[in-house]
């Protein structure tokens, strides 16, 4: 940890005590203290992402951005060859949407997250399944994709050849939601496209799944990635839902906060929390990247009055960049021929000193990205 993140909020109490006053702009800073955005850090890429609690991936190359924004002198390669060697997989996880986690990772929060799984089944195929026998239904898609890696279209077509009535989609979501299961390379692989075929993540990886099942690991994974943070909060980024009193069994191990609207909020002891004023660099960050989706209060890293210009009808979330630590406007890469543009929208009239900035960032952020191109150019909207 350098010395700026160790710098503490020094009105910290604990949860036996009186719980003190966090502002936002402290929230903002915790936030981006732990997700590695005040400065970048020298970290292999698979610590980094094992800190973030995983990194959103519905975006294929999402985190690649994501990793780059974060990591001192990343490189491409560095994901792609973990993503080839089984370190990191790409699987449904929180809230029931694709992440990119480690191996370790994978095996013990894809148990706990189980129940997430059956209700959102339940949700969007429970009249459809109402007279399958689900399980049986799981252990036949298990056998298939086992056999031989399976795109959803497909598993759906093969399981419903035996099975009259029952809807293709159905089928491939409820083996989807009862058996754990990883998107495979080359799909997610930097310069390399493929459709998203899947097996079970215990075939892919050789190991079984963690045979313990403890909230209270996941709730301490969210707070050294999210905190300070409510109950809400976590149940937000997490998806699970009551976990009231696994809290309050962890209530000795935290410590508390109130935020400016006098919400409780816990965190780990010695996690960091800078000052207010700790300067906060521009960065690029890939679409639906995390700290936009893990938040029942967005506040601390972005203006409500943004939302509908990141996150969109169809369920797209924006790439987006940060000035001072909060969101300030969206960005998007284009190609044509040989020639590499970096299109920058800002929500604000910038300064010129944040445009300066922005397009020294913006430019290494074209490096990265377009290093092939012959032209490159940054365009302000």
């Given amino acids: 940890m350098t010395a700026a993140h160790s710098e503490r909020n020094q009105a910290e109490a604990s949860v036996s005590g009186t719980p003190s006053v966090i502002s936002n702009r402290e929230l903002n800073r915790a936030l981006l203290a732990r997700q590695m955005l005040l400065s970048r850090e020298r970290l292999p890429a698979l610590e980094t ?97 086992e056999k031989e890696p399976l795109t959803f279209n497909e598993l759906g077509k093969r399981l419903c050849e035996n099975r009259p009535g029952l809807h293709p989609e159905a089928a491939a979501a409820c083996v989807r939601n009862l058996v754990p299961l990883v998107q495979l390379p080359p799909r997610g692989i930097w310069g390399e496209s493929g459709q998203a075929v899947h097996t079970s993540v215990e075939a892919w990886l050789g190991q079984p799944l963690a045979s313990s099942s403890d909230p209270g690991w996941l709730i301490r994974r969210y707070l050294a990635a999210f905190g300070p943070a409510t109950i809400k909060d976590i149940q937000v980024w997490s998806g699970l839902t009551r976990i009231h009193e696994d809290i309050k069994s962890l209530r000795t191990q935290l410590v508390a906060f109130r935020n400016e609207r006098g919400e409780e909020l816990f965190d780990l002891p010695d996690a960091p929390r800078p000052h207010a004023d700790m300067p906060a660099a521009p960065r690029f960050l890939g679409e639906f990247d995390n700290m936009l989706l893990s938040y029942e209060d967005r506040g601390r890293i972005m203006d409500e009055a943004f939302r509908k210009r990141v996150f969109t009808t169809n369920g797209i979330i924006r790439a987006t960049f940060l000035l001072d630590g909060f969101v300030a406007g969206t960005w998007k890469l284009t190609s044509k021929r040989d020639v590499a543009e970096l299109h920058i929208e800002p929500f604000r009239e910038l300064s010129r000193q944040e445009t300066d900035e922005l397009s020294e960032e913006g430019a290494r952020l074209l490096r990265f990205a377009a290093s092939n191109a012959g032209t490159t150019a940054i365009i302000f909207q």
């Fill in 49 to 145: 992402i094992e800190r973030l609690a995983g990194m959103q991936a519905q975006s294929p190359v999402a985190p690649y951005f994501g990793l780059w924004s974060r990591i001192e002198a990343f490189r491409h390669e560095e994901l792609s060859g973990l993503m080839r060697d089984k370190q990191v997989v790409r699987m449904a996880l929180m809230r029931s949407t694709l992440h990119l986690v480690s191996a370790r990772d994978a095996l013990h929060m894809r148990p706990l997250l189980q129940p997430i799984m059956d209700r959102g089944l339940k949700g969007a195929f429970g009249k459809q399944l109402a007279d399958i026998d689900q399980d049986e239904l799981a252990v036949g898609g298990r056998a298939l994709v």
